[in-house]
């Protein structure tokens, strides 16, 4: 049976991974972050043009993460370029962010912030970040961008060591001032494949996890799991840190739709094979309970092609879809698919 999902000739949002340059050294880091910015990254003065072409284009949303966004030189200068043109969300681990710090991404006009919490106390998340001190230096940006005014939530990846935690974490965000708890998925892609037998949860012990969470009362959820798994690839937009169209940052390892510095975005989004592929929400299979809350279809592919080496496979962290998927086990390396060709199983043909 043929699906469809809604179609757009242009994103009306888009995430930017303004760099691969972070402070910490988390264990299961997707970019595999390096403490300086990495040879090929666009400068400051390339973005903004970039952002501002996005703009005319009809592009109404950047959501910036890194690496660690503020790690980026320019990185404010690239902010207060972008925020008269679209609304701005900075995710953050808050190294760096201080009041000061706090109070110019209020004054240039941040529509959001999220930060990432890897635990509920300093022993949990300062192990997974590998910096000792972060843990209260995360605490200390959220306190800082609540009280500027800016609206934050806190981000969690359900993990072995967080899952016990959730409630507390969200109890915590609730005391630091946060709007909601975004708790995401562990994907299988940069450094989180050298620990995936340390930190994977079955989809058993995920549905658990998510059950057993407390929220303190006015404290939002974000979580995709199901009935709330949606395919985002119909609306997705998202460039790397070295201007190359990717479609999502969850999709940074196994796909290149060109670079998005040459091409104009649209051109990308409307013309590449895959990327119209993916948006279009022709799967093989997907779950009627998602399809009916989320207004599309197949959940997240980035997952689906990571465990089944096909674009079209059900989406194995729905637990309608699962079929027996045992999550812990690490999939094989997938291959990387280029500009214009489409992946058929385990192959690519062009």
């Not at 469809?4 to 972070?22: F, Q, R, W, Y």
């Not at 681990?93 to 000061?100: A, P």
């Not at 779950?287 to 092609?305: E, I, M, P, W, Y």
Request: glycine fraction near 10%; proline fraction near 7%.
């Amino acid at each position: 049976m043929k699906r469809s999902n809604p179609v757009l000739d242009t994103p009306p949002k888009i995430t930017i991974g303004i760099t691969e340059a972070c402070p910490l050294r988390c264990s299961y880091c997707y970019a595999d972050c390096a403490r300086s910015p990495k040879a090929g990254e666009l400068s400051a003065e390339r973005w903004i043009p970039l952002l501002q072409d996005l703009a005319a284009q009809g592009v109404i949303q950047a959501y910036f993460e890194g690496g660690e966004p503020l790690a980026k030189p320019g990185f404010l200068s690239i902010l207060r370029a972008t925020t008269p043109l679209m609304m701005t969300l900075l995710r953050t681990h808050g190294i760096g962010l201080t009041r000061e710090v706090a109070n110019e991404l209020a004054d240039i006009g941040l529509g959001r912030g999220l930060v990432d919490l890897m635990g509920a106390d300093a022993r949990t998340h300062d192990a997974a970040s590998g910096v000792p001190g972060s843990f209260e230096q995360s605490c200390a940006a959220i306190r800082h961008l609540v009280a500027a005014g800016i609206p934050t939530d806190v981000l969690v990846i359900l993990t072995v060591p967080t899952a016990p935690q959730l409630s507390d974490i969200a109890r915590l965000a609730a005391e630091l001032g946060a709007k909601r708890i975004g708790v995401l998925r562990l994907y299988p892609l940069g450094r989180a494949r050298t620990v995936w037998s340390e930190l994977a949860l079955s989809m058993e012990a995920q549905t658990a996890a998510l059950a057993a969470l407390q929220r303190p009362t006015g404290l939002g959820l974000m979580q995709s799991w199901h009935p709330n798994d949606h395919n985002c690839c119909w609306q997705a937009a998202a460039i790397n840190a070295f201007g190359r169209a990717i479609g999502c940052m969850y999709l940074r390892d196994y796909v290149d739709f060109g670079d998005a510095t040459a091409t104009p975005y649209n051109e990308i989004f409307r013309t590449d094979p895959l990327y119209r592929s993916l948006r279009s929400g022709d799967v093989e299979e997907s779950c009627g309970d998602c399809s009916a809350t989320q207004g599309s279809h197949g959940g997240c592919r980035s997952a689906a092609f990571a465990f089944h080496g096909r674009w079209t496979a059900p989406d194995p962290f729905d637990s309608a879809l699962n079929r027996g998927t045992d999550l812990t086990l690490l999939p094989p390396p997938r291959p990387r698919a280029s500009t214009g060709r489409i992946a058929d199983g385990n192959n690519l043909v062009g």
